[in-house]
């Protein structure tokens, strides 16, 4: 057993503005079927003491508990990322996600989001934390949409990824020319389906779809930790189609990845 004490601290603390009541909030941040909505497919027994768990891809699910449940205001649960980040557990502290709704005037809420924990000083940690704001965030736009558009409906989701050499800013360049995709406000046909450019950001774009499936697309390329890059596609889609139009585009966004060419 380890004899190092986990007494470094760690904090993220953000607030975000969506639409909707608290309880079309809280559905949304709170339940099983809103997270896999707007964030990583979970499973939640919704209740304090529940168990929790994030399927994040091949080995990488993060499972954890809820430890307050006070609907539709604080959700508070706890993550293992010792056991995510292949560590003793006793090295670190469970990671806490706090989530607060707040209703503003105008048919709006504050969420503010808290994540804490705490390490020994490794220098893995201070960089997997200096990573966690920038692969997080993202997802709350995705939340503002499915919000302001699909709220309460159940998501079908498809993923397509590659793993190559490069630089992200060349990978990224690559998508959005391929693609086609404009600046934020911009009408674009991605690879036939048309759609709404929500939000654009340094290696990600979110795509509110329309036709012929409504839903939300992230074209997305980041470091991947191991000298290359991540590019890929997530999709949330809502519709009575939408399994069997994700079955079809799923294998084809596959290959247009597999097939993108980046210049030298």
Not at 54 to 61: E, L, R, Y
Not at 245 to 263: G, K, T
């Amino acid at each position: 057993m380890s004899t190092t004490t986990p007494d470094v601290p760690y904090r993220l603390e953000f607030t975000v503005e969506v639409p909707g009541t608290p309880e079309q909030v809280w559905d949304a941040i709170a339940t099983a079927k809103g997270m896999s909505a707007w964030f990583a497919q979970t499973e939640l027994d919704e209740r304090e003491g529940g168990a929790l768990r994030f399927v994040m891809g091949p080995d990488m699910d993060s499972v954890g508990r809820v430890v307050r449940w006070d609907p539709p205001h604080r959700l508070v649960y706890d993550e293992d990322w010792a056991a995510l980040m292949g560590k003793d557990p006793d090295t670190l502290s469970p990671l806490t996600s706090e989530f607060v709704v707040e209703a503003q005037s105008g048919g709006t809420c504050v969420v503010r989001v808290t994540t804490s924990g705490f390490g020994v000083g490794a220098d893995w940690e201070s960089e997997w934390w200096d990573s966690l704001a920038p692969g997080w965030m993202p997802s709350f736009d995705n939340l503002r949409v499915y919000l302001a558009h699909f709220a309460g409906q159940e998501a079908t989701r498809f993923e397509a990824s590659v793993s190559r050499p490069g630089e992200p800013k060349a990978v990224w360049s690559a998508m959005h020319e391929a693609l086609g995709l404009g600046d934020e406000g911009a009408t674009v046909d991605v690879r036939g389906s048309t759609g709404t450019v929500e939000r654009v950001g340094d290696h990600q774009t979110l795509v509110r779809l329309i036709s012929p499936v409504p839903g939300v697309l992230n074209v997305y390329a980041f470091e991947d930790g191991d000298g290359g890059v991540a590019a890929g596609v997530r999709a949330f889609l809502f519709s009575p189609d939408a399994a069997e139009h994700a079955r079809r585009e799923e294998p084809a966004w596959q290959a247009w990845l597999d097939d993108l060419s980046v210049p030298a």
